[in-house]
T-cell receptor
Framework: GQQVMQIPQYQHVQEGEDFTTYCNSSTTLSNIQWYKQRPGGHPVFLIQLVKSGEVKKQKRLTFQFGEAKKNSSLHITATQTTDVGTYFCAGLSGTYKYIFGTGTRLKVLA | DSGVTQTPKHLITATGQRVTLRCSPRSGDLSVYWYQQSLDQGLQFLIQ???????AKGNILERFSAQQFPDLHSELNLSSLELGDSALYFC????????????FGDGTRLSIL
């Protein structure tokens, strides 16, 4: 079946360093969403990308959707301790079903 | 606060039992999604309802069933529980379906003893 993989699975960074997580789908996606889940919390929607090659920015976060609409990335510039959590991508398969990626757990060391 | 309410927050039961998890979506949202998250795992999509109708199905076991009622709240029924069903069950809602942001509740933590 369709899979959405994320790498890396874990990432530890020093505060102030950059961080990137990559999301790869086995099939073409209609769109992709990114969520952040703080430890002990629930996933919170960050952004949605729809167009091939789309790039969106939210302050220190940059999101990209690949040209083939099969991969995506999230880049955080100058990480802060508030960035700690697990970042999930979620690809829309077909019309209604979202496939969540395996997640990247980020730890930021002060 | 996402506006999505899930009850109960915690549930402890034994193998072979049946439980019902409840979800009230955000006001105005017509779609409800159910997800299972095992310890340190990703989110497994179970099922989606839109305005009372089943819209999409994921890897939902035959022992599990769900429905969405006319007032748009939803229930997830889990029966013949096994130890492996221990997990955090999230409900999410969105305005429509397919290309809308999902707003998650705080989840129900189910522990099977």
């Amino acid at each position: 079946g369709q899979q959405v993989m994320q790498i890396p699975q874990y990432q530890h960074v020093q505060e102030g360093e950059d961080f990137t997580t990559y999301c790869n789908s086995s099939t073409t996606l209609s769109n992709i969403q990114w969520y952040k889940q703080r430890p002990g919390g629930h996933p919170v929607f960050l952004i949605q990308l729809v167009k091939s090659g789309e790039v969106k920015k939210q302050k220190r976060l940059t999101f990209q959707f690949g040209e083939a609409k099969k991969n995506s990335s999230l880049h955080i510039t100058a990480t802060q301790t508030t960035d700690v959590g697990t970042y999930f991508c979620a690809g829309l398969s077909g019309t209604y079903k979202y496939i969540f990626g395996t997640g990247t757990r980020l730890k930021v060391l002060a | 606060d996402s506006g999505v309410t899930q009850t109960p927050k915690h549930l402890i039961t034994a193998t072979g039992q049946r439980v019902t998890l409840r979800c009230s979506p955000r006001s105005g949202d017509l779609s409800v999604y159910w997800y299972q998250q095992s310890l340190d795992q990703g989110l497994q999509f179970l099922i989606q309802y839109y305005n009372g109708e089943e819209r999409a199905k994921g890897n939902i076991l035959e022992r599990f069933s769900a429905q969405q009622f006319p007032d748009l709240h939803s229930e997830l029924n889990l029966s013949s529980l096994e130890l492996g069903d221990s997990a955090l069950y999230f409900c999410a809602s969105s305005v429509g379906g397919g290309d809308q942001p999902q707003h998650f509740g705080d989840g129900t933590r189910l522990s099977i003893l």
